[in-house]
C-alpha cells in the first residue's frame, strides 16, 4: 500500500559493491599490457591485474599512465619445474588454495615487494607471544624491513628485541649475523642482555666487522675488563684504529682503569 512504500523510501539502505565477482573475469582474455621481471625472467599480464596486486604499481598509473614493467629481485630463484610467480599470478582468479610453507613464504615475499603489506601479513602474521630463541630471528627478519616496520606497533618490537637480548645466550651466532645492524645493536646494548661471555660477544662482532667495518661501533658494546688475554690479543690484531669511535674508545680506557685498580689489591 501507499504506507509501506513511503516507509521503504525514506530508509537508508546500506550498499557495497560485491567484489568477490573479480573471480569470475577472464583476466587472460584481456591485453597482455604489463611485464613482471622476476629474476630476470619476464611474466605478462595485463595492467589491471598489475594494479590489484601492487599498490605501487597503482600509484605508478596514477602518475603516468605508460608504466608498463616492474622488476623484482627475490632472495630464491624461480624453480625451473614450478613457475612459483606464474601460479602467484593465477592467485586471483583462484577462490581459495591450500599452501605448502614455502609457497605461503615465497608469496609473502613477493606481496612484499609489491608494497601489499596487507595481504603479506595475511600470509606471514606476526605473532609476538610464544616466543622461542629457536623461531625469533626469523620472526624479526620477517619485520626488519623498513616498508614493514612502519605498520607495526613499536611496542611489539619492543618486545621481540627484548627478549632476543635476554635469550640471546641462546641464539645460534650464525643467525644473529642475518639480522640488520640496527637489530643487533638494539638488542646488544639492552641492560638485560645474556651472554655466554665476553669472549663469545667479541668473537660475534669480530665476524661482523671482518665482513663491514662499518660495524665496528658494535665494540662499544663489549666489556674489555672481562676478556681472556687471547681475545685482547685477537681485538688488536683485527681492529684498524681508523674504525674507532668514542664509545669503543671508552670501553677500552675503562678497561684500563680496571686493571690499574686490580693491580693495586694485589
Known sequence: NE???????????????????????????YE????????????????FVADIYSPIICKYHYNDETTNEFTIHTTTTNDETQDSFQDFLNLISIKEIELKEEQRLRYGEYFL??????????????????????DIIERMKSIQKIQIREYIEQENIEKMIKYASEHFSELPKEKVQTLDIEF??????????????????????LELYEKDHRSSYLFEYVNFSNLSRSSISKFIDSFDIEYMNHGTFKKICESINVTKENDKTE
Open 3 to 29: 504506507h509501506s512504500t513511503n516507509l521503504m523510501t525514506n530508509q537508508n539502505f546500506r550498499f557495497s559493491f560485491d567484489i568477490d565477482n573479480i573471480k569470475t573475469i577472464p583476466f587472460d582474455k
Open 32 to 47: 597482455k599490457n604489463f611485464t613482471f621481471i622476476v629474476n630476470e625472467k619476464p611474466y605478462k599480464t595485463n595492467r
Open 113 to 134: 615487494h609489491l608494497g601489499n603489506i596487507e595481504q603479506y601479513f595475511r600470509l606471514v602474521p606476526l605473532n609476538v607471544d610464544n616466543l622461542t630463541p629457536d
Open 184 to 205: 643487533i645493536t638494539e638488542i646488544l646494548k639492552r641492560e638485560d642482555l645474556r651472554i655466554k661471555s665476553e669472549d663469545s660477544l667479541l668473537e660475534l662482532i
